[in-house]
């Protein structure tokens, strides 16, 4: 059977687009123009992928996907108008597998949307090579809860926050390339922008540093990528 796309956008001509090129590409394509309709539509026929407006009627996407994340572990890249946008979708925690902004590439979408199928049907978990449970500066990290405690609160991590934290608190002291982390945490057939990194590294650090921009564990090397100082 081929895989079922869910788009949930309210501007028609993307929505014609998406179906094109979905169509075009052996996808079966929902569409639905009004974040209730995308809520509706997944309750009614499901999806094995969410491609998800951030700015649609009746009911915001962010709401939408705290809805679908609330009954399901289907993958949803959410779509963006601005870049100035990623910042408020990773600071409200949602956690969706990618991002895209428009207007974007449709050969791009397909390969991304394919990365993430591919990810789901093979089970792989957002934390790579099989993390222990470690503690390091007096962070315990549990791979099986998906927590970080410190002074003896568990607070819990989305999985690609604790991938990022575990990889660079697991090699605390050494300076990882922005490449090396991010063919750790997303993949090496990871397709998206490297901002992608940035905006997770600035939201571990409203997570984990007493002074976000002034921090004291996850330090930014100029040019190179990122290094976790024990």
Request: a negative charge; hydrophobic letters at 40%.
């Amino acid at each position: 059977m081929n895989d079922h796309v869910l788009i949930v956008e309210d501007e028609e001509s993307y929505r014609d687009s998406l179906r094109f090129i979905f169509e075009r590409e052996g996808f079966r394509v929902t569409l639905a123009a009004t974040g209730k309709q995308g809520i509706e539509a997944f309750e009614r026929d499901g999806a094995d992928v969410i491609l998800l407006d951030l700015m649609l009627p009746e009911v915001s996407g962010t709401d939408v996907f705290r809805v679908i994340r609330g009954r399901s572990k289907v993958p949803i890249i959410m779509v963006t108008a601005r870049d100035d946008q990623i910042d408020k979708i990773i600071g409200l925690e949602l956690g969706a597998d990618d991002y895209v902004t428009k207007p974007f590439s449709g050969r791009e979408l397909v390969a991304r949307v394919r990365n993430v199928l591919r990810r789901a049907a093979a089970g792989l978990s957002d934390i790579p090579d099989e993390p222990i449970r470690l503690s390091v500066s007096g962070f315990t990290l549990d791979p099986e809860r998906l927590t970080v405690t410190r002074e003896g609160v568990a607070q819990p991590f989305p999985p690609k926050e604790f991938a990022l934290l575990h990889l660079l608190a697991s090699n605390a002291g050494r300076v990882l390339t922005r490449q090396i982390i991010i063919d750790r945490v997303w993949g090496a057939d990871y397709y998206g922008d490297t901002k992608t990194l940035d905006v997770h590294i600035k939201r571990l650090r409203s997570r984990i540093e007493e002074e976000p921009g002034n921090p004291r564990f996850v330090q930014t090397v100029r040019g190179v990528g990122y290094t976790f100082e024990p």
